[in-house]
């Protein structure tokens, strides 16, 4: 009889939208400390994929070319004077994620911290210019 986690032998099930998400609080307790307390209040959601309204709002046509999202106002863009905002949200896509790291080889807990710095980075105001940027200056010479 086979074991449902793992049907074929010598192969494993993808990880799931449950694993994903540990990944992800696991990386958000890597944030500095004088940082994370900026975002203690910015919920994290794993789904399966971006939805169409989401990817037609980027102008983005495939569900395979969105890892994740913030969702929120940048703390550089918030007022004293704000009314109530909506919740600020990170998500994460599993199923492009999963694809990256089928294509990339990268190990698969950098890959979700990754994400999640990323979106997190949106969240204090950068933008992608911005990360593309400070990714390009943390990489070491080759």
């Known amino acids: 009889m ?3 986690r793992n049907p074929i032998p010598g192969f494993g099930l993808p990880p ?3 694993d994903i ?3 992800a609080e696991r990386a958000l307790t890597t944030i500095p400390p004088g940082l994370a307390r900026h975002v203690r209040d910015v919920a994290l959601a794993v789904e399966e994929h ?3 309204e989401t ?3 980027l102008g983005i046509e495939s569900v395979w070319e969105l890892t994740g999202l913030y969702r929120g106002t940048p703390l550089t863009e918030r007022s004293t004077m704000d ?3 909506q919740p600020e949200m ?3 896509y599993r199923e492009p994620i999963l694809l990256e790291w089928i ?3 990268e190990d698969l807990y950098r890959l979700v911290r990754s994400v999640v710095i990323h979106e997190v980075a949106h969240h204090f105001g950068f933008s992608d210019a911005d990360i593309a940027a400070i990714e390009r200056d943390l990489e070491p010479d080759r």
Request: hydrophobic share 45%; aromatic share 4%; no cysteine.
């Open 2 to 4: 086979s074991d449902l």
């Open 16 to 18: 799931t939208l449950d």
């Open 21 to 23: 998400a540990r990944m």
């Open 50 to 52: 971006a939805d169409e």
């Open 55 to 57: 990817l037609d709002d």
């Open 83 to 85: 009314v109530a905002r």
């Open 90 to 92: 990170i998500f994460l």
């Open 103 to 105: 294509e990339t080889g």
